[in-house]
């Protein structure tokens, strides 16, 4: 790709960048929630007539978008053996709201993108996801964020205002994009938002669009990452960055696996030092105190979740365990024994997205009950067991 000719707006919401070559992008930036977008990104296609579109997407979403089935086909029980409660649950809050925008609007979530899709394959041309895998956005959100920040951020969206959105909000969001909303909101509070969710994928964008330029390119985004893609064609030279560097998911160092153990190792030191310096009474106490303060915690988290009586009683048994072994949280067992006893019905899993956009909903949905049932259990433990230690120090150091 040469270097960038020039860029004009023809059109409100429409850039028009011509390189040296002779190559043309039209970068299209809509707000995801306005019926209009839809149209204008059909009345785009049609009048420029490219040879490549691209999408503000990855191929899993464009999977999901085009086939519904692929993602109701999600194994819910492996959600909890494979640890992804808390990425599945923070999918559902996103999902959610961008479904209440929808029904405001008439506009389903992803509108502008399916129609992009739909011409594109209509007519045989080149299309392009451009955007990095979900997860990998997702997960590096997530572990950017401190267990405070992950709480807050949770706990501030799950429980946030449930009031619906007014005409004034949804016009504000049909002029611009709800990504720079949501970032605006909670920038100060989480920094690592803009850095993982915007910036990163600006980056990641423009150099997919731009190491897949046709002769005429129709390039699809939501209006938030416009201004940082026009910066990066024109300041730096995408068409060479490999990104490997935002590509992945950062894998925790040595330190970091090993700080999970630190706390475990320090109770059942002084367990052991308790009982081999002869104090095995107090001992006995302590392990009590343990028992009941992390079990307690732990099932009143599952019970805060409208959880099952033999499913709050297993976090009672398990926490105190799980807390002690990190390989396994009092989540994953709440969670599989919920879905066992109060396993969801078809209609649960297909209306899941649906009844989340209500705060009631999470509870009246039995999979995202279940959801609940992990993460406050989850929660719960991890509260009781920095409740316990120092409880502990004093009865056995």
């Known amino acids: 790709m040469s270097a960038v000719s020039s860029i004009e707006t023809p059109k409100t919401n429409l850039n028009k960048i011509t390189f040296?070559?002779?190559?043309?992008?039209?970068?299209?930036?809509?707000a995801h929630v306005s019926g209009d977008s839809v149209k204008f990104v059909e009345e785009c296609i049609n009048e420029f007539e490219p040879d490549t579109v691209a999408v503000e997407l990855d191929k899993n979403r464009m999977e999901v978008l085009k086939n519904r089935k692929k993602y109701d086909e999600t194994d819910i029980f492996d959600i909890f053996r494979k640890k992804k409660v808390l990425?599945?649950?923070?999918?559902?809050?996103?999902?959610?709201?961008?479904?209440k925008i929808a029904e405001k609007t008439g506009s389903a979530p992803g509108s502008e993108f399916k129609k992009a899709i739909e011409l594109a394959e209509e007519r045989d041309l080149k299309l392009v996801n451009a955007d990095r895998d979900i997860s990998v956005t997702l997960k590096r959100t997530l572990n950017s964020m401190t267990f405070r920040e992950k709480l807050k951020f949770i706990t501030g969206i799950l429980?946030?205002?449930d009031k619906d959105v007014d005409e004034k909000a949804i016009e504000e969001l049909k002029k611009g994009d709800m990504l720079m909303q949501?970032?605006?909101?909670?920038?100060?509070?989480?920094?690592?938002?803009?850095?993982?969710?915007?910036?990163?994928?600006?980056?990641?964008?423009?150099?997919?669009?731009?190491?897949?330029?046709?002769?005429?390119?129709?390039?699809?985004?939501?209006?938030?990452?416009?201004?940082?893609?026009?910066?990066?064609?024109?300041?730096?030279?995408?068409?060479?960055?490999?990104l490997d560097d935002i590509n992945f998911v950062p894998k925790g160092s040595k330190i970091t696996k090993?700080?999970?153990?630190i706390i475990p190792l320090i109770i059942i030191g002084m367990f052991v030092y308790g009982f081999f310096n002869g104090n095995a009474p107090y001992t006995l106490d302590a392990a009590i105190w343990w028992v009941v303060i992390n079990g307690t915690l732990s099932a009143l988290g599952c019970a805060l979740a409208l959880g099952h009586p033999l499913t709050i009683l297993s976090g009672f048994i398990a926490a105190p365990i799980t807390s002690l072994n990190?390989?396994?949280?009092?989540?994953?067992?709440?969670?599989?024994?919920?879905?066992?006893?109060?396993?969801?019905?078809?209609?649960?899993?297909?209306?899941?997205?649906?009844?989340?956009t209500k705060l009631k909903g999470w509870w009246k949905n039995k999979l995202s009950r279940a959801l609940l049932v992990s993460l406050f259990s989850s929660i719960g433990s991890a509260i009781g067991t920095f409740v316990a230690l120092p409880f502990l120090m004093k009865l056995l150091v």
């Open 20 to 30: 040296d070559d002779g190559k043309e992008l039209y970068l299209i930036g809509t």
């Open 87 to 99: 990425f599945f649950t923070v999918q559902l809050i996103m999902s959610g709201y961008q479904k």
């Open 159 to 161: 429980f946030g205002d």
């Open 182 to 242: 949501i970032i605006g909101e909670m920038q100060d509070e989480f920094p690592s938002l803009k850095r993982t969710i915007l910036d990163e994928r600006d980056r990641y964008l423009a150099a997919n669009i731009a190491q897949n330029l046709g002769e005429k390119t129709v390039a699809v985004v939501g209006a938030a990452h416009v201004p940082g893609i026009l910066r990066r064609l024109q300041e730096e030279k995408p068409e060479e960055d490999n």
């Open 258 to 261: 090993i700080i999970p153990w």
């Open 326 to 356: 990190p390989t396994i949280g009092a989540g994953i067992v709440t969670g599989l024994v919920q879905l066992y006893l109060v396993r969801p019905r078809v209609i649960d899993i297909e209306n899941v997205s649906q009844d989340t």
